[in-house]
């Protein structure tokens, strides 16, 4: 690629320890319809030590003019070398590309087409699962010129794995934050939402994405530890309350994304591997952005609602008993989810989870009656 001549999209990959998915990856690249010179890579090695780094060395080699390789020390997480391809890139859109994943050989060419076509800043092209990876579908049940948090599921869909416009990302300085180890993307995608002036388009009649799960289930966020979880869900939250109004379709939508699911999912079987100081930790930091941030709580399910209105009132003990409950744990554990019910469970889903034989059951059966 001439030095002079401006890209379509600069494919952006942090990579760190990928291989052998990063071949399967950078081929789909190798592979892509989109024309000679429309297309750039800028790979970021972040100090791999499984040869990552000289297989993006044989792949520039290999194809001059459309890789470039930037080696640097390990950061930590992707959020630096992403932030330090993009400060590279040149193309008039920016892609990002998980170093474990692939893309469809059509891919490119198809959303830089729709974005030139609808003037779009942002484009999803459907993205399927690999390997037992789940991928929402429900934003990509069609192609369509404009979608919105409020007439789709786009709230479902904020991973940057996305076709983006750079000229917004400068014009607004929208960077990951580097001192999140895991979701650093989320803040960065939802930013880049909802300053769009032109429209967020969807490519859905075409597999452009494929979202690896590695066999030893070595992606970033699922090896994510959940304090780091909880880290990143506050700055997801903290850009929703800063770029949405109270009352907004697009606060609710988002909202009953994280209350209904992400921030429920902290308090699940996992909390109980952790310390008794880590589980104080994370209960009162799900319960301050429950009492911050969430405007939906009547609206969720019974089950998402008790935990987090548990954890709204500081009740750590209460929500480990019901966790160990829900694990099948033995022994003097058992007592506490009578405890909930006879002292700490919030008035007002007492009297919801009394109409629920499934709770009566419950309850019958650890009081052993």
């Known amino acids: 690629m001439s030095a002079d001549r401006v890209p379509d999209v600069t494919v952006v990959i ?12 950078l081929s789909s690249l190798v592979r892509q319809t989109l024309g000679p010179g429309r297309l750039e890579v800028i790979a970021v090695d972040d100090g791999s030590t499984d040869g990552s780094g000289a297989e993006l060395d044989r792949f520039a080699a290999g194809h001059p003019g459309l890789f470039r390789v930037v080696h640097q020390a390990n950061s930590g997480g992707p959020a630096a070398p992403s932030n330090r391809a993009t400060d ?7 892609f990002y590309l998980g170093a474990d994943d692939w893309l469809g050989p059509e ?24 390997g037992g990876r789940h991928v929402p579908q429900g934003v990509f049940d069609r192609s369509a010129p404009s979608v919105g948090f409020a007439d789709s599921a786009l709230a479902w869909a904020l991973s940057d794995t996305k076709l983006f416009r750079r ?23 939802l930013q880049a939402l909802l300053r769009a002036e032109g429209p967020v388009s969807v490519v859905a009649d075409y597999d452009c994405y494929h979202a690896v799960l590695r066999a030893d289930r070595g992606n970033v966020t699922v ?106 744990v033995s022994g003097e554990r058992l007592v506490l989810p009578r405890q909930l019910w006879r002292d700490v469970v919030p008035e007002r889903t007492r009297k919801e ?13 650890v009081s052993g009656g």
């Not at 942090?14 to 990856?25: G, H, I, K, R």
């Not at 590279?88 to 859109?93: C, F, P, T």
């Not at 930091?285 to 008790?306: F, I, K, Q």
Request: hydrophobic share 40%; aromatic share 6%.
């Open 14 to 25: 942090a990579v760190y320890d990928t291989m052998p998915y990063l071949t399967v990856c």
């Open 88 to 94: 590279l890139a040149r193309g008039r859109y920016v």
């Open 107 to 130: 891919a490119l060419a198809r959303m830089v087409a729709a974005a030139d076509r609808y003037g779009s800043d942002v484009v999803l092209g459907r993205m399927v699962g690999e």
């Open 167 to 189: 000229e917004p990302l400068v014009r607004y300085g929208i960077r990951r934050r580097e001192d999140l180890p895991v979701y650093s993307d989320q803040p960065f995608t």
């Open 223 to 328: 090896r994510s530890g959940l304090l780091n979880r909880l880290r990143g869900l506050e700055a997801i939250l903290a850009v929703v309350e800063q770029l949405t109004g109270p009352g907004s379709p697009e606060r609710r939508a988002l909202n009953l994304r994280h209350f209904g699911w992400d921030v429920p999912q902290l308090l699940r079987e996992g909390l109980l591997e952790l310390t008794p100081g880590e589980q104080r930790r994370l209960v009162e930091g799900v319960g301050r952005l429950v009492r911050e941030h969430c405007t939906v709580l009547p609206e969720l399910g019974t089950a998402e609602r008790l935990r987090l209105e548990l954890a709204a009132e500081g009740r750590c003990r209460a929500v480990r008993g019901l966790v160990e409950d829900e694990a099948g």
């Open 353 to 365: 989870l009394r109409r629920r034989a499934g709770w009566r059951k419950f309850t019958a059966r």
